[in-house]
């Protein structure tokens, strides 16, 4: 059984920078970041998987890094360049340890963290 557990959100400027992270229990495929705004569908934000390779949704190319690794396997969201469009709940979802492809639909994501709430005000 794989638990995810969320941490780092918070209220910032726009321009600013905000970390959030995701550890993981148990054994995960491909790691991502989702968030949903109030009154809007969950949107695929980044993933990564045990390798170098990730993925970018168009929205956080440029601003946005993914990152996996550390002791306990962590994934790390750093949102940079933060603007009021990017307010939302972030959700760390992972896939099964046997699927290696990448996948931006929320459907293929079977475990689910709770949520941590990211705020950025103009």
């Known amino acids: 059984q794989v638990q995810l557990v969320e941490s780092g959100g918070g209220s910032v400027q726009a321009g600013a920078s905000l970390r959030i992270s995701c550890e993981i229990s148990g054994r995960a495929g491909i790691v991502g970041w989702f968030r949903q705004a109030p009154g809007k569908e969950r949107q695929f934000v980044a993933a990564v998987n045990h390798g170098p390779n990730t993925l970018y949704s168009d929205s956080v190319k440029g601003r946005f890094t993914i990152s996996r690794g550390g002791a306990k396997d962590t994934v790390v969201l750093q949102m940079n360049s933060l603007k009021p469009d990017d307010t939302a709940v972030y959700y760390c979802?992972?896939?099964?340890?046997?699927?290696?492809?990448?996948?931006?639909?929320?459907?293929?994501?079977?475990?689910w963290g709770q949520g941590t709430q990211v705020t950025v005000s103009s």
């Open positions: 979802a992972a896939r099964p340890s046997i699927v290696t492809v990448f996948s931006r639909e929320r459907t293929q994501y079977r475990y």
